[in-house]
């Protein structure tokens, strides 16, 4: 006789681990309600602190940016786009990336579209928001982030991540902002552009999610290799010691 668990085998399996939400999505096949309880488990699962041990030429990363309507969800602004690349170590691998134009429900201003080349229509074509934060987290699965300027990406995604799923972003989030601060403290200008012109890395595509990940990924290599020649860390934990200052 078959077993009847067979059928539900998503189910049994959530509930046996106690999480009683997936175990509920999925008898529902609700894909939306899926997609919840997918987030939900990425997001419990992250910092551990074995990772730390990590050396740096070994790293397994994903460098992502995220192209929005402005500069304050606070005030009703979205995310439009995700980029990301992995990167391993100092090598990037650039036929493992991402990007999606998201559907977040607003109006893209003009002036957005004239920045990004994102414009209305696609937006109104694109798939929702729960659907590019799921993709994104498949790709991403348990890496460390990477992000420029990470605060604002980390808010957005917080932001978006509270309103489809009521989860914060429990990932590791490394920004190379800080990193350029840290290993070129005189440098008057830690802007993207600015640090690719001292890196003499060429600037391509600018404001295009995917893009500006590939260059920030290229940034990322270049000082991780830095921050190893200088003997200032050798494991994602030396890194998070010579980020903290002390």
Same mark, same amino acid.
Do not use: A, Q, S, W
């Given at each position: 006789m078959r077993d009847p668990r067979e059928s539900g085998a998503g189910f049994w399996r959530s509930l046996r681990m106690g999480d009683i939400n997936s175990a509920i999505a999925s008898m529902k096949g609700n894909p939306s309600a899926q997609q919840i309880a997918y987030i939900r488990s990425q997001m419990r699962e992250q910092r551990r602190p074995e990772m730390l041990g990590t050396p740096l030429n070994q790293l397994e990363t994903v460098v992502f940016d995220l192209e929005t309507t402005g500069f304050s969800h606070q005030h009703?602004?979205?995310?439009l786009s995700i980029g990301a690349v992995r990167?391993?170590?100092?090598?990037? $691998?650039?036929? +493992?990336?991402?990007?999606?134009?998201?559907?977040s429900g607003v109006s893209v201003p003009?002036?957005?579209?004239?920045l990004t080349g994102i414009s209305q229509p696609m937006v109104d074509a694109a798939a929702p928001l729960m659907d590019g934060l799921h993709d994104f987290m498949v790709f991403v699965e348990g890496k460390v982030l990477v992000a420029h300027a990470a605060g604002h990406d980390r808010a957005f995604l917080n932001a978006a991540l509270w309103k489809t799923s009521k989860v914060r972003l429990t990932h590791r989030l490394l920004d190379t902002m800080m990193l350029a601060q840290h290993l070129f403290p005189s440098y008057p200008d830690y802007s993207l552009n600015e640090l690719l012109r001292r890196g003499? $890395?060429?600037? +391509?595509?600018?404001?295009h999610a995917l893009c500006d990940a590939v260059m920030t990924a290229k940034l990322w290599a270049t000082y991780l290799e830095e921050v190893q020649r200088r003997g200032h860390a050798e494991t994602?934990?030396?890194l998070y010691v010579y980020l903290s200052g002390t």
């Open positions: 009703g602004d979205e995310i990167t391993n170590g100092t090598k990037i $691998i650039e036929d +493992e990336c991402f990007y999606m134009i998201v559907n003009e002036h957005i579209t004239g003499n $890395i060429p600037i +391509e595509g600018r404001h994602l934990g030396d």
